[in-house]
């Protein structure tokens, strides 16, 4: 949600031109994917970590002007809500020990930011949900004030015709309403960009929508909502109802989410991606730029192609396609469903294992396509958000003849192997493989993530602690653990 937008509303005249737009950029994405040469390079990898600000009991802090102005880093950028900033980290070369090099900048990042926050009462920390946000933390009086924030919150409102509401069952449900975006603030992930060469992107696309929900019920770090046991990962379900446009109408027929899993596996490549997201979704921020994208094409130059790309900042899949026009150009894929947290070292280990799995898998695709209907796919997706490493779910026989039953923590030990293979595919060092699918293996073993973590501690402490009580000194071993960048899997119990 990053770019600057400077007005808050937009006729229908206004909104009619950039549809006409889009259809003009998406025909010479066209093009541009057909040159010779387009997209080929390194591959690399980069990241987007949104963190909280707290105080010393866990609670948030309105802060992230302050913070940013202080710190006076580029790379730090406001996040919706006034208790959430990102750090945007460099992208680093797949090969040698990338997973290390980022968690090195996480922890310079989180030392810097931390420094700067003291002046101001506060700490910063990663995690997906912070479990001590109450009903009042919301609303407009914590909304960073960008117009880029206040628009969306317009034409989001004005798609629904009605309040933004969030319903999510669980072992607590909660049922909420606004007026603002500001409950899908409360999200806080590690999105990871990968770039990859046009030829091969449907292939890496599929593999990683294979691999995420394995990977998300093992990286489960958000089972609170307003101190509400919900699921392991209730950004998931937080984020599709709180931002999706559609009326109830809408959503009774089954018309795709601006939040999802995809539509179906990719068959050709990335430019469906942006198709589908332009036909199937309105425009939100219908600005114009003056590029002529045929003329920069004909010229032999990379077109920036600014209204497709805007418009595919507002759709929010869970793997998202994304074009580059800066130096030769290139495409990546966005990984956006691993949460933030606990530490540095469980978030790169956590890329690590997505990525690696991904490239393990890759190879074998065309066998898990026809293997693995989609919608099974988008099941396993949502049982390992609700329930985590012990979520059941659905995976291929490896001869056919069907499905049989297993759980991400089960199947993760048993693809191992196969993401140390993808990793050491693309050149990753020995140190990092083992290092990082080590930590993923240790905490497999002691069948522990940061969302079982919480909720074991938070029912040690609620026998002896009022809730509110219980979750302030949740987050304060939290945060003594997180800050200490001690993996997931050595935490310990609360005393």
Known sequence: MGQAISNASYSDRSLQRFQKRLLTDLDVLAQVLARPRFGQGARTFGAELELYIV???????????????AL??????????????????????????????????????????NETATDFNARIIPVGILPTLKRRDFGPAHMTDLKRYHCLTQRLADLR??????????????????????????????QLHYRVEPKAYARIFNAIQLATPIALGVACNSPFMLGRRLWHETRIPLFKHAIDGYTRDLRDAHLPSRVDLGNGWVREGIHELFAENVYLHPPLLPICSKENPQAVFDAGEVPELYQLQLHQGTVWPWNRAIYDSSGK???RIELRALPAGPSACDM???????????????????????AMPYQTLVYNFYRAAQQGMEAELLWPREKGGGFHTTTPCDLALKLLPLAAQGLNGIGIDKADVDYYLGLIEE???????????????????????????????LMQNYMASSHDNLPVARWKNID
């Open 55 to 69: 105080n010393d009991q866990g609670r948030p802090v309105d802060a992230n002007a302050e913070i940013q102005k």
């Open 72 to 113: 006076d880093d580029p790379l730090v950028t406001l996040e919706l809500n006034r208790y959430n900033l990102e750090y945007n980290l460099a992208p680093t070369r797949i090969k040698g020990q990338p997973f290390s090099a980022m968690e090195a900048q996480i922890s310079d990042a989180l030392r810097r930011l």
């Open 161 to 190: 015709g009605k309040l933004f509401s969030v319903k999510i069952n669980g072992a607590e449900p909660v049922e909420l309403r606004s007026r603002d975006l500001t409950l899908e603030g409360a999200n806080t992930s590690l």
């Open 329 to 331: 150009g290139h495409v």
């Open 348 to 370: 790169m280990a956590n890329a690590a294992f997505l990525l690696g799995l991904a490239e393990g898998l890759a190879p074998e695709m065309e066998r898990y396509t026809a």
């Open 443 to 473: 905490r497999l073993k002691a069948r522990v993530s940061g969302a079982s973590w919480q909720l074991r501690q938070f029912e040690r402490l609620h026998k002896s602690h009022k809730r509110h009580l219980a979750m302030s000194r």
